[in-house]
Protein backbone atom coordinates (compact mmCIF):
# COMPACT_ATOMS: atom_id res chain seq x y z
CA UNK A 1 0.00 0.00 0.00
CA UNK A 2 1.16 3.47 -1.15
CA UNK A 3 0.88 6.05 1.64
CA UNK A 4 0.48 9.75 0.51
CA UNK A 5 3.55 11.91 1.45
CA UNK A 6 2.51 14.43 3.06
CA UNK A 7 3.79 17.33 0.68
CA UNK A 8 1.27 15.72 -1.59
CA UNK A 9 -1.67 16.13 0.90
CA UNK A 10 -5.06 18.48 -0.13
CA UNK A 11 -5.09 21.88 1.85
CA UNK A 12 -8.35 19.98 3.93
CA UNK A 13 -5.93 17.19 4.66
CA UNK A 14 -3.21 19.59 6.12
CA UNK A 15 -5.53 21.65 8.01
CA UNK A 16 -6.79 17.69 9.67
CA UNK A 17 -2.51 18.22 11.06
CA UNK A 18 -3.81 21.03 13.87
CA UNK A 19 -5.39 17.90 15.76
CA UNK A 20 -2.32 15.55 16.13
CA UNK A 21 -0.41 15.46 18.97
CA UNK A 22 -1.03 15.31 23.08
CA UNK A 23 -3.45 17.38 24.78
CA UNK A 24 -4.92 17.45 28.45
CA UNK A 25 -7.85 19.35 29.24
CA UNK A 26 -10.16 20.41 31.89
CA UNK A 27 -13.69 20.49 31.54
CA UNK A 28 -16.86 21.56 32.24
CA UNK A 29 -20.30 18.89 31.65
CA UNK A 30 -23.56 19.93 31.81
CA UNK A 31 -26.55 17.78 32.79
CA UNK A 32 -27.76 15.51 30.67
CA UNK A 33 -29.88 12.60 30.18
CA UNK A 34 -26.75 10.91 29.89
CA UNK A 35 -25.06 11.82 33.21
CA UNK A 36 -24.83 14.98 35.73
CA UNK A 37 -23.19 18.17 36.29
CA UNK A 38 -19.53 18.99 36.57
CA UNK A 39 -16.17 19.16 35.97
CA UNK A 40 -13.90 16.51 34.28
CA UNK A 41 -10.10 16.32 32.89
CA UNK A 42 -9.47 14.76 29.77
CA UNK A 43 -6.56 13.34 27.68
CA UNK A 44 -6.32 13.47 24.25
CA UNK A 45 -3.81 11.32 21.63
CA UNK A 46 -4.50 11.98 17.79
CA UNK A 47 -2.37 10.96 15.58
CA UNK A 48 -1.56 11.24 11.25
CA UNK A 49 -2.22 8.43 9.57
CA UNK A 50 -1.46 7.14 6.04
CA UNK A 51 0.50 9.68 5.26
CA UNK A 52 -1.60 12.52 6.96
CA UNK A 53 -4.60 11.24 4.34
CA UNK A 54 -6.17 10.81 8.33
CA UNK A 55 -5.92 11.63 11.53
CA UNK A 56 -6.52 8.67 14.56
CA UNK A 57 -7.73 10.74 17.78
CA UNK A 58 -8.14 8.89 20.94
CA UNK A 59 -9.84 10.47 24.04
CA UNK A 60 -10.84 9.82 27.38
CA UNK A 61 -12.34 11.91 30.15
CA UNK A 62 -12.03 11.29 33.92
CA UNK A 63 -14.98 12.20 36.51
CA UNK A 64 -14.24 11.74 40.39
CA UNK A 65 -10.65 10.00 39.51
CA UNK A 66 -12.42 7.58 37.40
CA UNK A 67 -12.42 6.89 32.93
CA UNK A 68 -16.40 8.36 32.56
CA UNK A 69 -16.37 8.50 29.01
CA UNK A 70 -13.80 7.28 26.18
CA UNK A 71 -13.89 7.81 22.19
CA UNK A 72 -11.99 6.64 19.31
CA UNK A 73 -12.77 9.46 16.29
CA UNK A 74 -11.17 8.95 12.62
CA UNK A 75 -11.03 12.36 11.05
CA UNK A 76 -10.68 12.42 7.30
CA UNK A 77 -11.04 15.13 3.98
CA UNK A 78 -13.92 14.06 1.61
CA UNK A 79 -11.95 16.26 -1.36
CA UNK A 80 -15.12 15.24 -3.68
CA UNK A 81 -17.55 16.67 -1.31
CA UNK A 82 -15.31 19.10 0.12
CA UNK A 83 -15.91 18.50 3.51
CA UNK A 84 -14.16 17.18 6.87
CA UNK A 85 -15.86 13.79 8.33
CA UNK A 86 -15.62 12.25 12.11
CA UNK A 87 -16.33 8.83 12.56
CA UNK A 88 -17.11 8.59 15.86
CA UNK A 89 -16.78 5.25 18.22
CA UNK A 90 -17.18 5.73 21.81
CA UNK A 91 -18.49 4.18 25.26
CA UNK A 92 -21.76 4.84 25.02
CA UNK A 93 -21.98 2.18 22.46
CA UNK A 94 -24.22 4.11 19.76
CA UNK A 95 -22.90 3.02 15.96
CA UNK A 96 -23.14 5.53 14.00
CA UNK A 97 -24.87 5.60 10.73
CA UNK A 98 -22.73 8.45 8.90
CA UNK A 99 -19.77 10.53 9.73
CA UNK A 100 -20.03 13.67 11.17
CA UNK A 101 -19.52 15.95 8.75
CA UNK A 102 -17.87 20.17 8.70
CA UNK A 103 -15.91 22.72 8.02
CA UNK A 104 -13.00 25.12 8.95
CA UNK A 105 -14.34 28.37 9.51
CA UNK A 106 -10.51 30.15 10.10
CA UNK A 107 -9.15 28.53 12.86
CA UNK A 108 -12.84 26.77 13.76
CA UNK A 109 -13.69 23.47 12.87
CA UNK A 110 -17.28 22.70 13.26
CA UNK A 111 -18.78 19.47 12.38
CA UNK A 112 -22.33 17.89 12.81
CA UNK A 113 -24.21 14.61 12.62
CA UNK A 114 -27.71 13.61 13.07
CA UNK A 115 -29.09 10.30 14.37
CA UNK A 116 -32.71 9.24 15.18
CA UNK A 117 -32.03 10.39 19.19
CA UNK A 118 -31.08 13.77 17.32
CA UNK A 119 -28.49 16.27 16.07
CA UNK A 120 -24.89 16.54 17.63
CA UNK A 121 -22.08 19.63 17.17
CA UNK A 122 -18.84 19.69 18.03
CA UNK A 123 -16.55 22.56 17.48
CA UNK A 124 -12.84 22.60 17.95
CA UNK A 125 -11.14 26.32 17.87
CA UNK A 126 -7.58 27.06 18.14
CA UNK A 127 -5.77 29.28 20.20
CA UNK A 128 -2.25 28.85 18.16
CA UNK A 129 -0.80 25.70 17.97
CA UNK A 130 -0.53 24.91 21.64
CA UNK A 131 -4.27 25.02 22.64
CA UNK A 132 -7.71 25.13 21.55
CA UNK A 133 -10.91 24.88 22.72
CA UNK A 134 -13.64 22.39 22.45
CA UNK A 135 -17.59 22.43 22.37
CA UNK A 136 -20.26 20.00 22.13
CA UNK A 137 -23.14 20.35 22.01
CA UNK A 138 -26.84 18.33 21.29
CA UNK A 139 -30.48 19.30 19.97
CA UNK A 140 -32.84 16.51 20.74
CA UNK A 141 -35.30 14.78 18.16
CA UNK A 142 -38.21 17.08 17.56
CA UNK A 143 -36.27 20.25 19.32
CA UNK A 144 -35.01 23.28 17.81
CA UNK A 145 -32.74 24.28 20.34
CA UNK A 146 -28.73 23.19 21.13
CA UNK A 147 -27.78 22.03 24.91
CA UNK A 148 -24.53 22.14 25.99
CA UNK A 149 -22.95 18.88 27.11
CA UNK A 150 -19.08 19.45 27.41
CA UNK A 151 -16.71 22.33 26.97
CA UNK A 152 -12.94 22.55 27.40
CA UNK A 153 -9.51 23.94 26.98
CA UNK A 154 -6.60 21.77 25.89
CA UNK A 155 -3.42 22.18 25.60
CA UNK A 156 -0.29 20.59 24.47
CA UNK A 157 1.49 18.12 26.36
CA UNK A 158 4.43 15.51 26.44
CA UNK A 159 3.07 12.17 24.49
CA UNK A 160 5.04 10.60 27.10
CA UNK A 161 2.91 12.17 30.08
CA UNK A 162 -0.32 10.20 28.73
CA UNK A 163 0.06 6.81 29.53
CA UNK A 164 -2.35 3.61 29.22
CA UNK A 165 -3.87 4.46 25.99
Do not use: C
Amino acid sequence: MNASPFSSLSTGHHSLQALVGAWRGEEEVAATQWTDAGTATSEVLAEAQFGGLFVVQRYRQRRDGTISFGSHNVFGFDQQNGVVTMHQFDSMGFVPAAPATGAWNGNELVLERSSPRGSARVSYSFDGTDAYRMKLQFKPAGSDAWQDMVSGLYRRVSPSSINGF
